[in-house]
């Protein structure tokens, strides 16, 4: 117990907390631009002229900051082993700064894939920064408290994301194009950061750790095109096997010229992982922690994390897109974020009771009522939306954003109680690095489903086809009444089912679950005692 009241280690945390709170004000920027845009994505991609049919390209505006995001919170973490947590927390700055301009600044999807791609590296780098700046910062015996704290911060920004660019939509100045300043007004915030950090850190706080060996760039490499080709496979999978005329789709979407090489691209895929897996478990300082996956609770926890991350973006990206096709383009952001306010609140206030839930009841139970919860929500979505009355969804988002937040404390706590000590940072980095594994695979199968169960419903539709001497105005208007009598149903239909199927995926979660610790760690974790004998008597 004598750690555990160190009166110095108390005395250097409360010294050191403002370098914390910087800290973890840059880990919410970063999370917050993870769903920023999924309120005002319809309105981009309308400025941009994309096809709104087109969604198999434009996720990427999504799942390149997923995938940019995950990739560098292992590299990023070792970089900062070597060259300081300082130095590298202020080139995290400098990259999430230079996305969110090139974003801001963009007039076509492909740079602001790009920029997202930047930004994405930038903003997941901030997040292992803070937690390796945590073990430098605090005794053992308070970072797992505060590793929580940054778990916390993190889904905080996501959660939060959505409403904030609604937010800045609906009053930002001028006349058109007010997504932009979503990326504006991270410039004054990254500075602000950047400023504070250079203040506070002294090099006593955050010493260069004189780490030996190198980062793992080629662990990173094979990592980044696991979930590349993944991704284009599975995003450009929908389309494949389709001939003829499904390939323009309902909506008057183009093909994706990649459909046809989506075998290829799963194939590349498979052998990334191979390569990756053989070398993670040889290499000297792996980016992922191998050893930890021999341990049961922490792989179960892991799989959990996967399955609902995935579950958990249908809600977060497929309730815009409903909304885009029922309401007038201006009402769009406003509208969404108000059907996802329910589900972002309910999910933080349950994510901050979740913990108490934990201790009372242990964590399989109270993951097990999560995920009846996300059942329950996602069942009543796939019952009660459809083209006239999509706001009776919000009773499921918030009895869905319920389950998600009893959710967090659980899976992120097995992970950590299987882990030792000295790899509470692996532990807590992989745990968020798979859910958003989940998240980007989740939506790019999702997406493919969407576009090949839409083409399967309108191919049994008669196409619209111009008659002889009718004229342009006709065959529009035409075209139009097709939409709303056909198209825009349809999609409603499969956007619905996609619901259904994200139920399914979070019920596949309580397997992994039932193989979780029944209870916690509740109390701070003694010095002499390891996580070995911990989880025997826990």
């Not at 760039?217 to 993944?230: E, K, N």
């Not at 977060?316 to 972002?344: C, H, K, Y």
Request: hydrophobic share 55%; proline share 5%.
């Amino acid at each position: 117990m004598k750690r555990l009241f160190d009166r110095r280690a108390w005395r250097n945390a409360g010294r050191d907390s403002p370098l914390l709170t910087i800290s973890l004000f840059a880990v919410f920027l970063g999370a917050l631009d993870l769903t920023v845009i999924a309120t005002i994505l319809p309105e981009m991609i309308g400025d941009l002229g994309v096809n709104t049919a087109d969604v198999d390209r434009y996720v990427w505006v999504v799942n390149g900051y997923l995938i940019a995001y995950v990739v560098a919170i292992p590299l990023f973490g070792r970089i900062s082993d070597l060259i300081g947590r300082l130095k590298t927390f202020q080139i995290s700055l400098a990259i999430f700064l230079i996305g969110s301009v090139w974003c801001a600044m963009s007039q076509t999807l492909t740079a602001l894939i790009i920029g997202r791609t930047i930004q994405g590296l930038g903003g997941g780098a901030l997040l292992p920064v803070t937690m390796a700046l945590i073990a430098d910062l605090y005794a053992a015996d308070r970072r797992l408290h505060y590793l929580g704290i940054v778990g916390g911060v993190d889904t905080l920004g996501w959660v939060t994301g959505p409403i904030w660019g609604a937010i800045l939509v609906a009053f930002a100045p001028g006349t058109s194009e007010h997504w932009r300043w979503v990326f504006w007004l991270n410039i004054p915030f990254a500075l602000l950061l950047s400023l504070g950090l250079a203040i506070l850190a002294r090099p006593s706080v955050t010493p260069r750790l004189h780490v030996r060996g190198n980062v793992d760039v080629l662990g990173a490499t094979f990592l980044a095109a696991v979930l590349v080709c993944l991704n284009l496979a599975l995003a450009s999978g929908g389309e494949l096997g389709n001939a003829g005329r499904s390939g323009l789709r309902a909506m008057g979407g183009t093909p994706n010229p990649l459909a046809k090489y989506s075998p290829a691209l799963l194939g590349a895929a498979l052998i990334f992982l191979i390569l990756l897996i053989v070398w993670e478990r040889h290499a000297t300082k792996p980016i992922l922690p191998m050893a930890l996956f021999q341990e049961r609770p922490f792989t179960a926890a892991v799989v959990a994390n996967g399955l609902i991350g995935a579950a958990l973006m249908v809600g977060m990206v497929n309730i815009p897109v409903l909304i885009a096709l029922l309401v007038d383009s201006s009402q769009v952001s406003e509208i969404s974020a108000l059907m996802l306010a329910p589900f972002t609140i309910s999910m933080a206030i349950c994510s901050l009771l979740s913990g108490a839930a934990s201790t009372r009841f242990g964590l399989r139970r109270t993951a097990a009522a999560g995920i009846v919860l996300v059942l329950i929500g996602y069942i009543a979505l796939y019952v009660s939306l459809d083209v006239d009355h999509y706001e009776r969804g919000a009773i499921g988002l918030v009895i869905a954003g319920c389950g998600f937040g009893l959710l967090m404390t659980p899976l992120n706590g097995s992970t950590l109680s299987a882990a030792e000590s000295q790899d509470y940072g692996a532990a807590a980095s992989t745990t968020l690095m798979v859910r958003l594994l989940g998240m980007t695979i989740g939506i790019s199968a999702l997406t493919a489903f969407g576009v090949k169960r839409l083409q399967t419903l309108t191919d049994r539709i008669a196409p619209i086809v111009r008659q002889p001497n009718e004229s342009t105005a006709a065959f529009l208007a035409r075209q139009q009444q097709f939409i709303v009598d056909h198209a825009i149903p349809l999609s409603v239909q499969v956007l619905r089912e996609t619901f259904l199927i994200a139920a399914i995926i979070a019920l596949l979660a309580i397997i992994p679950i039932s193989l979780l610790a029944g209870r916690g760690p509740h109390a701070p974790v003694m010095p002499a005692r390891s996580s070995r004998s911990a989880s025997a008597t826990d």
